[in-house]
């Protein structure tokens, strides 16, 4: 019996209970095995405020090295969906680092599934697939691949959106001096139809997007050569802030880009893969991006 047949329960994650503290936070094997790492990197505010040191997890639950019991509503960052540990998954990863373990862009039994399933997932006009492992180097990839399909260069992205930390990826964000540059040549940021803080509202109190949209027009008039190859966009901002754009944005969005021979590239690496309910994000708006 393979690991797509196993059996397991469905309430396989409920034996660990419920939040429990056993010691102050963070308890004394946390601190000391904080100490002992963290000279050697660099860490989130949330990990430095309060660095407990997690030694597992089952299903949505975490357990540290001192014992306590926390809910885990990060879900790693936002990615662990199916929670951690889950039996089918531990026995598919534990399966396959027995077996092989890399052998670069060769094709494998395991590999062609995959990309059968997903294709069938996406549907027509989203089935050709490249892997990558994390996604500033997907987003990478979306660039050099929208350059290399429209014959442009300039890249446009939104306020406060996250695509990455490598140069490309990092210049469609929000820029500081730890990035030790500025803004990668031809890479441009313009205004976010924020729900909560928007520039331009309608008589009725609701966000204007037609005026983000003739500010976009306007922008590549007078701010860009005009060879724009590429709108990336996270279909809901994740690190900047959660924000969920109105109904009306990406459809309008999409014909925007449509009309200038603008391809439109969904960043789904946080809402992707079921996490808001539909496979993407972007299904539930009916667009579909073109990478």
């Known amino acids: 019996m393979s690991f797509f047949d196993m059996d397991y329960k469905s309430d396989w994650w409920k034996g660990e209970g419920s939040p429990l503290l056993k010691s102050p936070l963070p308890g004394p094997r946390s601190k000391e095995i ?26 949505p639950w975490l357990t540290d090295v001192d014992g306590n019991r926390f809910l885990d509503l990060s879900s790693g960052i936002y990615v662990t969906s199916l929670g951690h540990s889950h039996p089918r998954v531990s026995s598919a990863a534990a399966s396959y680092a027995g077996k092989l373990m890399n052998c670069h862009d060769y094709m494998t039994e395991i590999r062609a599934l995959y990309f059968e399933k997903l294709a069938s997932t996406m ?15 997907a987003v990478e990839f979306a660039i050099r691949a929208a350059r290399s399909i429209t014959g442009r260069y300039e ?8 695509h990455g ?31 909560y803080r928007p520039l331009w509202r309608r008589e009725d109190g609701s966000v204007d997007v037609e005026q983000y949209l ?8 007078e701010s860009t050569t005009g060879n724009v ?15 969920v754009y109105p109904d009306d944005f990406l ?3 999409s014909a925007f880009c449509r009309q200038r021979g603008i391809l439109l590239v969904a960043d789904e690496i946080l ?12 299904e539930h708006w009916g667009v579909k991006p073109d990478i």
Request: glycine share 14%; with cysteine; proline share 6%.
């Open 165 to 195: 930390k490598t140069m490309g990826a990092a210049a469609l964000g929000r820029m500081n001096t730890s990035h030790n540059t500025g803004r990668t040549q031809g890479f441009y940021t313009v205004p976010r139809p924020d729900t």
């Open 34 to 59: 904080f100490a002992k790492g963290a000279p050697f990197t660099s860490l989130t505010g949330r990990a430095s405020l309060c660095p407990v040191v997690f030694e597992h997890g089952v299903g």
């Open 155 to 162: 890249i446009i992205t939104l306020f406060q959106d996250h």
């Open 271 to 282: 809402t992707g893969a079921g996490r808001t309910g539909k496979w993407l994000a972007t």
């Open 229 to 243: 190859a590429a709108f990336v966009v996270e279909p809901i901002q994740g690190w900047g802030g959660t924000v």
């Open 251 to 253: 459809p309008k969005l």
């Open 123 to 137: 549907g027509p006009g989203m089935d050709y697939i490249h892997i990558y492992d994390n996604g500033s180097t």
């Open 214 to 221: 003739s500010f976009y027009e306007q922008f590549i008039l």
